[in-house]
């Protein structure tokens, strides 16, 4: 059973940069979808970013294209996500997530494990 656990959240000022990391246990974690995703005060839950298993495919929101990267580290079970050139709009509780079927997607639904979220502030 794969469960992931995210960490590295908090507080920093705009043009800052933030890395948040997503520990994984499990065997079978290499062959998972890795994502993240976020959720604003009175928002609904929205994609960030995601990389395939084989991390030969990439995706990110349009929002955060070209600040943020996804990366992943099989060997030691770890998903990162670097982000750089904050805005007080990244202000969110930021959630690592699973999909057993490999891909990376935009999806809620096709991921099955997700992390309790760790919180990331961006003041002005």
């Known amino acids: 059973q794969v469960q992931v656990v995210e960490s590295g959240g908090g507080l920093v000022q705009a043009g800052g940069s933030l890395r948040l990391s997503c520990a994984a246990s499990?065997?079978?974690?290499?062959?998972?979808?890795v994502g993240w995703f976020r959720q604003a005060p009175g928002k609904e839950r929205e994609f960030v970013s995601c990389?395939?298993?084989?991390?030969?495919?990439?995706n990110y929101a349009d929002p955060v294209k070209d600040r943020f990267t996804i990366s992943r580290d099989n060997v030691k079970n770890t998903v990162i996500l670097q982000m750089n050139s904050l805005k007080p709009e990244d202000t969110a509780v930021y959630y690592c997530?699973?999909?057993?079927?490999?891909?990376?997607?935009?999806?809620?639904?096709?991921?099955?494990?997700w992390g309790q979220g760790t919180q990331v502030t961006v003041s002005s």
């Open positions: 990389l395939n298993w084989r991390e030969d495919n990439t």
């Open positions: 997530a699973a999909a057993p079927l490999g891909t990376c997607s935009r999806v809620v639904s096709e991921y099955n494990v």
């Open positions: 499990g065997r079978t974690f290499s062959h998972y979808g």
